[in-house]
């Protein structure tokens, strides 16, 4: 073996990863070559160096606080996600389970059998009720731009429990959305509790998309959001949204 | 599941402590921040979606965690090496050591300065403690490459730790 084939294969042969074989020609190289042993004893040091360097350099890292927010926040939306999901497939359930006792009642109507009406209310009973799917969904299709970010409201839903604003934040002034400060949502004049704001930013760029949870609003209270500042860029944006129309949901 | 949390509120709290090392990690594989930032985020993500799935408990959370920030960090990578390369202003860093960096950064300064090519197998070899054949094939190259890589990158480096050793002694 030549000096320059043993001191390409070095790296591999210090950390014992060539085939047998080989391990023994440079073995036996390094016996009889006093330069490239001293290579390699040199370039042991170096991994080493290396080794022990790069693995400090990166203990000793923090994460910058935007990069954690903006982690906590997919990390909710991604969250937020697997409950809605839970949600919808609850619900499908209990639809498709309601639709067998339908079929179930009918059945009984035309052969009556006790039995089979049991086990079907039981297997309804059992059924986790998570989430009201007859949510007031309200449209708003509202967009307003300051300094350089529009912010698009899309819809606002109403339940018994909260109130959800759907809304959007595409950034064109160079200013980072991570931070949206101060997002409020009254009604009546009153500001509802910020239930949670996950957003999700899409990895390939574009508008960022956050789901606002607030608390339950009355009926026919006048709704508005207010969003005070995203980033450095102060606002407010201010939006009228649509009233709650039904009460008792 | 830890009684009382939910599965997000469990995962935060084992990530927490390990953010700043898997974004360091990242950063070193990928040679800049934003693209280290992007990289952190997919991988939390993607590690979130199969929590479910991490066997040996808490203690098994860091090394499970950094497998799958290694595997998105080179994903971009060799993303990366198909497209046609952009100078970045993170490459354009001065040839010369910078005056005044700690003693335990000068390693990094070093790394850093290398070509992409070059930086990416020393971390991966250096840091992360991969074979030379899973380097290979997580950054799709012949393992020639990657041998012949790891040479010119060793060569480079010892060049630019002797002088930074050199700069360091002289100041003193």
Redesign the interface.
């Known amino acids: 073996m030549s000096c320059d084939q043993v001191?390409?294969?070095?790296?591999?042969y210090l950390?014992d990863?060539l085939p047998a074989q080989n391990m023994q020609s440079i073995a036996a190289h390094l016996t009889a070559c006093p330069a490239c042993a001293e290579e390699a004893s040199?370039?042991r040091q170096?991994?080493q160096?290396?080794?022990?360097?790069?693995?400090?350099?990166?203990?000793?890292?923090?994460?910058?606080p935007e990069?954690?927010r903006?982690?906590?926040w997919?990390?909710?939306a991604?969250?937020e996600a697997d409950r809605m999901h839970a949600r919808t497939i609850t619900w499908r359930t209990i639809g498709t389970a309601a639709a067998a006792v339908a079929a179930a009642v009918l059945l009984v109507t035309i052969t009556p059998v006790g039995g089979l009406i049991r086990n079907i209310t039981a297997s309804v009973g059992q059924t986790e009720v998570v989430g009201n799917p007859r949510a007031e969904v309200r449209p708003v299709g509202q967009s307003l731009t300051m300094n350089g970010i529009s912010v698009e409201v899309n819809e606002v839903q109403f339940t018994a429990q909260e109130t959800r604003v759907l809304y959007e934040v595409e950034n064109a002034g160079g200013v980072s959305v991570d931070e949206l400060q101060a997002v409020q949502l009254f009604a009546g004049g009153a500001p509802l509790t910020l239930i949670s704001s996950p957003m999700v930013?899409p990895?390939s760029g574009g508008a960022v998309q956050i789901t606002a949870t607030f608390g339950a609003a009355q009926a026919g209270q006048p709704v508005t959001l207010r969003i005070e500042r995203i980033g450095g860029a102060h606002g407010p944006w201010i939006f009228e949204l649509p009233q709650r129309m039904q009460s008792g949901k | 599941m830890v009684r009382g949390m939910?599965?997000?509120q469990e995962?935060?709290a084992l990530?927490q402590p390990e953010?700043?090392?898997?974004?360091?990690?990242a950063?070193?594989i990928l040679g800049n921040?934003a693209d280290a930032?992007?990289a952190?985020?997919?991988a939390?993500?993607r590690a979130?979606?199969a929590f479910r799935q991490l066997r040996g408990g808490p203690a098994a959370f860091p090394a499970w965690m950094r497998r799958i920030l290694v595997n998105q960090a080179t994903q971009i990578l060799r993303r990366r090496a198909k497209v046609i390369p952009v100078e970045r202003p993170e490459d354009l860093s001065p040839e010369s050591v910078v005056d005044g960096i700690p003693e335990?950064?000068?390693?990094?300064d070093a790394?850093r300065r290398l070509d992409e090519r070059y930086r990416a197998v020393?971390?991966l070899?250096?840091?992360n403690?991969m074979?030379?054949?899973d380097i290979a094939q997580a950054l799709d190259i012949p393992v020639g490459t990657v041998?012949?890589r790891?040479?010119v990158a060793?060569k480079r480096?010892?060049e630019m730790?002797q002088e930074a050793d050199e700069e360091r002694r002289g100041a003193l």
């Open positions: 001191r390409q294969d070095l790296v591999a950390n990863e040199t370039l170096m991994c160096r290396l080794t022990e360097g790069l693995r400090t350099w990166v203990e000793q890292g923090g994460c910058p990069v954690e903006q982690i906590r997919a990390l909710q991604e969250a930013k990895a | 939910t599965a997000e995962f935060f990530l953010q700043g090392k898997l974004y360091r990690t950063w070193a921040e930032r992007d952190l985020q997919e939390v993500i979130y979606r335990e950064s000068q390693v990094w790394v020393v971390v070899r250096f840091l403690d074979s030379l054949e041998k012949s790891l040479h060793m480096l010892r730790l």
